[in-house]
């Protein structure tokens, strides 16, 4: 008699998967210890099925839809969907405030002005610590998703600090068609948080 | 707007439609919550979590390419937002999973002995499947509870066929352990 067939493939077996279906069926008949473990897994795939179907509550779709059309209010904004932004939003504010004020430090004391290089690398690795200290806080409460939508706009929020044209880039953002670019492969909605980033940045009074 | 494919309802959705939404929501509502219940082991939390998928669904319904299956991309979902409720360990504990001892109170007459093993088996199921880790009970729950196949159910858990071959086999090897100690596949 051949050697046991795997548990593997016993279990591949029961859904028709298993390679060499013909020679696991001889094996079947010849070996009454592989049959009796086949016989027992048959037994736990009917008990799975003979679960009875749970029926669905009477108003789960009308709640559903409730919460689709009252997500899809504008009244009630990005920054009550996602309160996180709007801290995001005031850390960026914060984050280019003190960049200002640090430029314009090195300003007064060098008398020359930095380069669009040297201020997008300051930003570059400032935004970097923070998407860190973001990581962690987000990991920590368990809320990937959130960050990884995060992620999203910073990694935009990156692209941008890292381009040469970093003033034109973060006030003329919609005259720029790479950021136009940028923006279109977000969806509806993160464009909209996103486009209200840039609108604080604006508000920031943003003067390297 | 019944008749519609899941595409066309997704691409009326997509321009505006409610309805056409509303539609997979209804088609959709019934196995979306089972696996999130089977997965949970709460009804209560099933719902929510259902209900948060099909709210995402909605707002990400610009991802789903025309060429995707439908039902993948929304179990995904529901198969994230259900394992970080895990991780979370946001659980309500089980509502649902009936005791052996009421089963068995409750069984008079042919109907009721139906019945009360029909949740015998409820109750053996949950037990055993609540000792399973999530990585092996979401393969178990989407192949023998919502009959998936290994290619949607590796693109849903985001691994190889192999992968789910494998989990599929130590799983169901558990299930069988467990269900043995209980004493339940003498049934």
Redesign the interface.
Known sequence: MSKHVSLKELSAHLDGQARGAGRIQQHLQQCPECARVYSELENVQGFLRKTPQEEVGPGFAARVMCAVREEAQPSKGWERRYPWALAASAAVVALCAGLAMFAMWAFEEAHTPRTDQEIASDLDSLVLAWLDEMEEMHMEEGHQDQFLDELAYLDILLTMAADPELEEAMLVYEDEPHVDELVETLDEESADIFVELLATYDQGAWTP | MQNLSDWELVTQARGGD?AA??VL??RY??PV??FC?RMTGS?EDA?DI??ES??RL???L??VKPKAKFSTYLFTIAR??TL?HL??GKSRGHD?AVSLEETRLGAGGPSGAQSAR?NE??A??DRALERLSPDHREV?VL???QGMD?ESIAAIVGCRPGTV??R???G??Q??QH??EMG??DL
């Open positions: 409610i939404f509303e929501v209804q509502q019934e919550v089972r219940s009804r719902e259902a209900q099909f709210v909605y707002h990400t610009h991802r994230n937002r970080n991780r979370d649902k029909r088996i409820t053996f199921v178990i192949r023998e509870l290994y071959k494998s599929l086999a130590r169901r090897e299930l069988r269900l043995l339940a596949l």
